[in-house]
């Protein structure tokens, strides 16, 4: 058995944050329903697109899901999606949205027809209006401290971090309040706004503080880790490695494992510095930088990372997408992580699972990218246990849709 | 009452992931007992420091949290601390940790004293060697894709974005298990491996497949949203902004806010592209950005936000940290968010709550960072209940020890 077997979660969201929730507990055994409009929600024909113009996106954000189409215009398409939302059951309702929470979706309304809903409403800014991840990124500060330093232009991270953090954060309310419920049984509403999300976390590791109690803030380091001592270096076959030393002992085997000590020594005593303690390390950086780049110059990637593991020094390769698919065992079929599957419309592609292992739940194998409306009528039938000629209609008015590609 | 109200999660663990997770898990009211060696944790000195040496990072991580401070290489400590972990309790026996697990944190050994013991570990790669947020995103392909198109030098995040996912994974990991303890009576070992939650994302965002289905991998795309239309501006008096339009509704506003309709429909027919088409807005991204340039060059900040705000387009401001703290009211004292709190040896800042509202349960208010030890004795005398005689025993041994700053 998964471990969130049993549990259902209906979901009317698009884009990431709301659809990575629900994947991720997906992945866990939790069945979702996603529910979109016929035409599909506002990231369906999000990029990248395979040459058909599915979404390679969508897929893997709703992989593992039930999907469920549709008219959400419709008065009587929106009776159907709340019937949904508030079905019966001690493991079900369940449900997530980042679109407004108001008319047939707003939480009152919803309540009444299911007393103990528990609702999560993903915001943008916490007043309802706007925002995305990149908006919100801008405003963290923590563009302007990304990229080479002395540069004076933003450099915005790819990686859609807020979303997915927002997206986690989620869930793990989503847990707790249905704790909540089975302890109390009391439902409820949930606010999670994006820019609250990281806002908080700008707060929690310190730059806050560091504006408000040091009077300063966090300079443009480019690739050098802050306050200890790690950075990138190419080597003779021009690859490009990262290594992080933010622990004596870490820095220790760095330092053995490139023959640095004496060197190091030397520069100790000329600048008055103790490298043992990170903040010197920190300080003197770009000199350890300048010590440590003839080492990696001076030898091939396999010849630096054999002597780096023998250390078990703490370093990482850098690598393109295509290298890391291609090359990364970690990424591999035989990771464990990933397995090939087959995702209808799309073809096959190594698919992770959940990140976590469970010793007392069964590991569940990646979930497919559904079709858009491939489970409409298995939902109909099965959890609001509607006749076949009562889903035949439906189909008939243009209500509801199932699978057409 | 909060909504974690009562539950017990114990943590050895230092640096961000494991920290972060029970963070957040204590500031929606879990009961937070880190267990640190005598001298703090690896991470207790991380910068950013204060002019005194106390690290504002490990205050911000962990606040909310008892802080009990042991000699974790003496038999008697290590003991100690099992006896914590493992103490009784319905909703206790919640353990996470990064540390290796084997000796005394092994988790059979942990067992033995608690049959359903629920625990967390937190590993680099899955086969138990180090990696670090730093040498897992050089792997990721991220670097590579971030910052200025034609760049072929890495770009590392600032934000370490994978040690903040992986350890609120870990917080929905630990909810998830204990729902199916409650539920079954089985505790069990969690494995949540760095690299797995990194390149799990990685496949989760579709980048996996665009280069095994499409055959193609992600460029470098600067500020630049890919697949859709966003781009950073500046302003007539030096500000910047972000502006995004990933909706056919966002850009048809962004649009209107800058009476670049005309423009756009003469790019249209030059170049035949439909800008409704999201695809054709990033085939164009160089020719919009460029018609949309001077608009803002021409306005003050002021002036753009007023005409953007009018449309309700879909824009960011850019700012430093020290701009998010002093001039973003959604990180002032009355955004809800944030509360000036004193931490003890550090001073008074603002400091955030949870991001998550909640309408049946209390919002706390957020977390002090604890003085390292500073709840040793409490810990000692109601968890373990221990006489205070035994306690005082156990400080003249050196074994354990309370707050020293």
Redesign the interface.
């Known amino acids: 058995m998964s471990?969130?077997a049993g549990l259902r979660i209906t979901e009317c969201a698009a884009?990431?944050a709301g659809p990575?929730a629900t994947?991720?507990?997906a992945s866990?055994g939790a069945e979702v329903i996603r529910i979109d409009p016929l035409e599909g929600g506002?990231d369906y024909?999000?990029?990248?697109?395979?040459?058909t113009g599915r979404?390679?996106?969508?897929?893997?954000?709703n992989?593992g899901k039930k999907s469920v189409s549709i008219d959400l215009r419709a008065p009587a398409g929106r009776e159907l999606a709340q019937a949904i939302i508030t079905a019966p059951g001690a493991d079900a309702g369940l449900f997530i949205s980042n679109f407004p929470a108001t008319g047939w979706l707003d939480?009152a309304t919803l309540q009444r027809l299911r007393g103990d809903l528990i609702m999560a409403s993903i915001l943008g800014?916490?007043d309802g209006s706007?925002?995305?991840d990149?908006?919100?990124?801008?405003?963290?500060?923590?563009?302007?401290?990304?990229?080479t330093p002395g540069g004076d232009?933003?450099?915005?991270?790819?990686?859609?971090?807020w979303d997915?953090?927002?997206g986690?954060?989620?869930?793990?309310?989503l847990?707790?309040?249905?704790?909540?419920r089975?302890r109390h049984g009391?439902?409820?509403?949930?606010?999670?706004?994006l820019?609250?999300?990281a806002?908080?976390?700008?707060?929690?590791?310190?730059?806050?503080?560091?504006?408000?109690?040091?009077g300063?803030?966090?300079k443009r380091?480019?690739?050098h880790?802050?306050?200890?001592f790690?950075h990138?270096f190419e080597t003779q076959d021009g690859r490009?490695?990262?290594?992080?030393a933010?622990?004596l002992g870490?820095w220790k085997t760095l330092c053995k494992a490139t023959g640095i000590s004496a060197a190091v020594a030397a520069l100790e005593q000329a600048e008055g510095l103790d490298m043992s303690r990170?903040?010197d390390r920190?300080a003197a950086r770009d000199a350890l930088a300048r010590l440590l780049a003839p080492w990696f110059a001076e030898r091939s990637l396999a010849q630096a990372a054999d002597r780096l593991d023998t250390e078990?020094a703490?370093?990482?390769?850098?690598?393109?997408?295509?290298?890391?698919?291609?090359d990364?065992p970690?990424?591999g079929p035989a990771?464990?992580?990933?397995t090939p599957i087959h995702?209808p419309g799309?073809?096959?592609?190594?698919?992770?699972?959940?990140?976590?292992?469970?010793?007392?739940?069964e590991t569940l194998p990646p979930g497919v990218g559904p079709l858009l409306g491939q489970h409409t009528d298995e939902v109909l039938l099965e959890v609001l246990k509607l006749s076949s000629g009562a889903v035949a209609a439906l189909h008939d008015q243009g209500i509801v849709a199932g699978a057409r590609e």
């Open positions: 471990i969130l884009f990431i990575f994947m991720s507990l866990l506002l024909r999000r990029w990248p697109v395979t040459a979404s390679l996106y969508w897929a893997g954000l992989k939480f800014n916490r706007t925002a995305l990149y908006t919100v990124n801008c405003a963290t500060g923590f563009p302007l401290a990304t990229g232009t933003p450099t915005n991270h790819v990686l859609p971090a997915l953090l927002c986690m954060t989620a869930a793990t309310g847990l707790a309040a249905e704790r909540h089975r009391a439902g409820q509403l949930l606010k999670i706004a820019s609250d999300v806002f908080a976390v700008v707060g929690d590791l310190g730059l806050v503080a560091e504006v408000q109690i040091n300063d803030e966090r380091h480019g690739n880790i802050f306050g200890a790690g990138d490009r490695v990262m290594v992080a933010v622990s870490q990170e903040g920190f078990k703490c370093w990482g390769l850098y690598q393109s997408f295509s290298q890391l698919v291609h990364d970690r990424c990771s464990g992580l990933f995702h799309i073809g096959t592609t190594l698919t992770p699972r959940s990140p976590i292992d469970f010793t007392a739940c």
